[in-house]
Every structure is written in C-alpha cells, then in structure tokens.
C-alpha cells in the first residue's frame, strides 16, 4: 500500500485528492475553486474529447466557438434557466477602467447566447436542423469545490442543436444520450444507467433532462452526462422561428447536451485503489511503459536500450500512437521506478532487465490486477494490444458488478431509509411523488432520485413514499 496515499477505507475524499496528487493530475489554482490541470491530468481529458469528438461527428455535429461573456439581459429571458443559474453566476461589472452599462454574465452554460445566434441564422425549414458543439470552458461559482468533480471554472463540451420539428428535437436527445453511454461504457470503462430526470432533477428550462448515471467506489452516485430536450421554451425566447413549407412561421425546438472534467473524477472514484491512479488503457495517454534495467551500465546502453527502442516502435505502430514510453529514470531504484508508473495508472509495465533479455522476452505487470506474463519478443506486437484489451474489459466488468451487488430495492421508506444507513448504494423504488416530496426525502435521507432507468420503462406500481399506484421505477441515492 503507498504511504503517501490514505487509504479509502479511512478517509475516501482525503484518498481521492492523495490519488490526484500522487499521479500529478491538477492542483489547486490561486483563484479559490478553480484548478490547473497538469499534463497528466490534462493528457487524460485528451483521450476523453477524442473519443467523444469523434463520435459527435459521425453523428453530422461540426464544431463551433461561442463567446465566454453573456449580456446579463439574455439570462433573463428565460425565467426558469435564470432562477437555475443565477446564484451560481460570475458577473463582470467594470472593463477597460469603466463600470459597463450592462453586466455581463461569465458563461455558465451557452443556450442564451447560441439561441440568440440561432435567432439570425435561421429564417427557413431549409436552415434546419442545425447541430454544433463546441469545446470550452464554463464557470460557475462553486461554494464545495473538489478537483474535477466540482470547480468553479471547467472543461467541457456543450451541444446545441436546433430543429424543425418535436419529434426530430427529441429523437435528437436520444441519440446524443446513447453517444454519451457507448462512450462511457466503450472507453472510459464507465458502465452507466440511462434514463430519465425526475421534475426536481430537471435542467433549468427544459422540458425533459435524461442522464448517465455511474456508481463511484464508495457507493454514490455520479451524473456523468446529460441530454436535454429544451422544447420551443429558448426559440421562444430568443425568436428562433423559421418558415415552415406551408409558408407559416414556427418557433425552432431546441436541445443541449454536455459532458465535463468531472468524468476524470469518474474515472478516479470507479478504478482507482489504494496504490494510485487505475485507467482504462483506451483513455491512458501511456498505455504501455518499457522499464530498462541493467546492472551494467555498457550493457545498458549497447544491447538492452536499443532493444527497447525498437520495441516501442513496434508497439507505437501496434497501438495506433505515441502511447509506449520507455523509462529512463535510471537513478531511482528499478522497484522507485515500478512504483512511479504504477501510481500514475499506466495499465501495463513491461519490464527489460538482463534475464528478459537473454530469454528475449519481456515481463508484462498489468496495473489493474498486478498479474504478471512473459511476452516474446516476436509476439509483443500483438500480445500487447490483446492484454490492454484484456484490461480494458476487466475494468468496466468490474465496475459493472460492483454497481450490481450495491443496488438494492425497497418498498416502503422506512425500508428506504434503513438500506441507505446500513448498505448505502442504489437503491431501486417505485417513485411518483412531485419536487416537494423529492426535497423532503433528500432533507431526510440526502438521496435524490437519479433517474427513471429506460430499462424500467414499462414497470409500475406502488410510490414507497406517497403509497400512490401507477408509480415509475427509479433510482435514488446519494450523489456527487
């Protein structure tokens, strides 16, 4: 177990912010809730916004850049979104040595000002649908911050998509939803349960927020994405109409979707253990490191180094990228060494030293399971990709039994309440109750419904806390 991590069991946020540091992932900024992502921590949301870039534009999404200022004046105009933001909001009121006529509101999230851009780009059915995204960041004024999961300024992507009709807006929500999972699921090693928000859980403004919901190490709940569909309530507005093939006027429906850097936090709390940093090879920016180690420094540097260097080529060209290093901290000690990239979440060490390389073969140390296997040399090309695979799988696997064996039903609150205190986890209720009742058993309990799963769509019966019939399945717990 690595000293300079407490262990989980103790003290888990104290385990959580030990991981981050201990694998030089951020730390914190002079401006209170916000932080700097250090390379490692930075390299890692690369591997995250590839993947989901890439399946954005698959889907015919392109990419855009809106403004980081907001005039105050666009928050208002839609009253629910500006009672949902406004106390989290950054106003700047003075520029250029002068008070401004009006404030301008730093980014919280960017319907109002794309909303007011789409106002002038569509006038015909013609002009829809439109769909872009953009890569950015966001502030909003953090009173609790903790290092990616909830920080006052943060990394994001935020979809907006503007379409003609009900029917294509929603099935829009949908398909982004199912993007955000296969992604999750698929290469952050995230098994997560789709669904629908409760009223009390719902973006401010929209008519219905569906979510990925992901169960953390410790039990709770985190909302990895969601997607929502905003109706005609921003075209309203911001007078996003078009004409129609009639040659009536119709107000656009709308939707937005996002993912953050809080899915780093995710990623954290779901793998990692007490020695460090655990990742899925897919988002690892190294996925393999070739350890060199020589009791002679000639032989070191005329026969097992060029070695190394021609493997990681090999696995370089295998793997698709610069995701092979080879180790040169040859004045640290060979297990210092090991240790190192064992808490930065490497998924897989292979190690050269004279033995190995007399056998020609390498000793593979997979980071998620500490298993160890000689790999040829001849074979490295393709045994090495196999075992990240291997992990790969083993990783979301793993996660997805844990979120199995911590999910719990009741049928009474009573039943509720005492799951919550002696088991905690997931907690499966047939719920119908409204906002008020939402905050009343959050008030008791500090769970809050985390959706209505899609796979329970067609499930009905007794509320646990109202005792009406006719109610859905839900999901509650406690959440990040």
């Known amino acids: 177990m690595a000293k300079n991590i407490t262990p989980k069991e103790k003290d888990y946020s104290q385990w959580y912010l030990d991981v981050i540091r201990a694998a030089e992932m951020a730390d914190y900024a002079p401006v209170r809730g916000c932080m700097v ?15 989901f870039d890439d399946a954005f534009k698959e889907t015919g999404h392109v990419n855009a850049a809106f403004p980081l200022l907001i005039p105050q004046s666009f928050l208002s105009k839609e009253a629910e979104h500006v009672e949902g933001f406004a106390p989290e909001c950054a106003v700047v009121t003075h520029a250029g040595g002068e008070e401004l006529e009006e404030p301008l509101i730093i ?54 998509t ?10 829009e929500t949908l398909r982004m939803l199912e993007v955000y999972r296969q992604v999750m699921t698929d290469d952050l090693a995230l098994p997560v349960i789709k669904g629908e928000k409760s009223e009390g859980e719902r973006f401010p ?8 919901e992901t169960m953390m190490s410790d039990k709770k709940a985190l909302q990895a994405g969601t997607s929502h569909f905003l109706g005609q309530n921003f075209a309203k507005a911001f007078d996003i109409q078009f004409q129609d093939k009639d040659g009536s006027m119709q107000y656009a429906y709308t939707t937005s979707w996002g993912v953050s850097t809080r899915l780093i936090g995710a990623i954290i709390m779901t793998h990692s253990d007490n020695d460090g940093l655990v990742l899925p090879p897919r988002i690892a920016p190294q996925k393999a490191v070739i350890v060199p180690i020589s009791t002679s420094g000639e032989k070191l540097e ?29 004045h640290m000690r060979p297990g210092d060494r090991f240790f190192s990239h064992l808490q930065k979440g490497v998924p897989l060490r292979l190690e050269l030293g004279e033995k190995e390389f007399a056998a020609e073969r390498l000793r593979a140390v997979r980071r998620d ?3 160890r296997i000689d790999i040829a040399w001849s074979d490295a090309a393709t045994a090495v990709p196999a075992l990240l695979d291997e992990i790969q799988k083993n990783l979301c696997g793993r996660a997805l039994e844990f979120r199995r064996a911590n ?14 205190e002696k088991e905690g986890g ?3 209720a047939f719920f119908g109750g409204s906002k008020e009742e939402e905050r009343a058993i959050k008030e008791v309990t500090g769970a809050t419904p985390r959706c209505y799963p899609f796979e329970n769509e067609g499930e009905r019966g007794k509320c646990f806390y109202t005792g009406r019939e006719g109610a859905r399945k839900a999901i509650f717990a406690k959440a990040y």
């Not at 992502?37 to 993947?51: C, D």
Request: proline fraction near 4%; include cysteine.
């Open 426 to 428: 997931f907690v499966e």
């Open 369 to 371: 399971t500490g298993g």
């Open 107 to 160: 980014r919280p999230t960017s319907e109002t000002v794309i909303g007011h851009m789409y106002s002038k780009w569509v006038q015909s059915w013609r002009d829809l649908p439109i769909l872009i995204n953009q890569w950015c960041n966001v502030m909003r004024w953090e009173k609790r911050p903790r290092l990616f999961l909830r920080t006052s300024e943060f990394l994001w992507q935020e979809g907006h």
């Open 205 to 212: 403004g929209a008519d219905n927020t569906y979510t990925c």
């Open 37 to 51: 992502m250090r390379p490692t921590g930075y390299a890692i949301w690369e591997m995250v916004q590839k993947y």
């Open 162 to 171: 503007a379409h003609a009709t009900k029917e294509e807006a929603v099935e």
């Open 407 to 420: 999910t719990h039903r009741a049928e009474s609150f009573e039943e509720f309440k005492e799951i919550l």
């Open 302 to 330: 005329k026969e097992i180094m060029p070695k190394a260097a021609e493997l990681k080529a090999s696995l370089c060209a295998s793997l698709g990228g610069r995701f092979t290093t080879i180790d040169t901290n040859f």
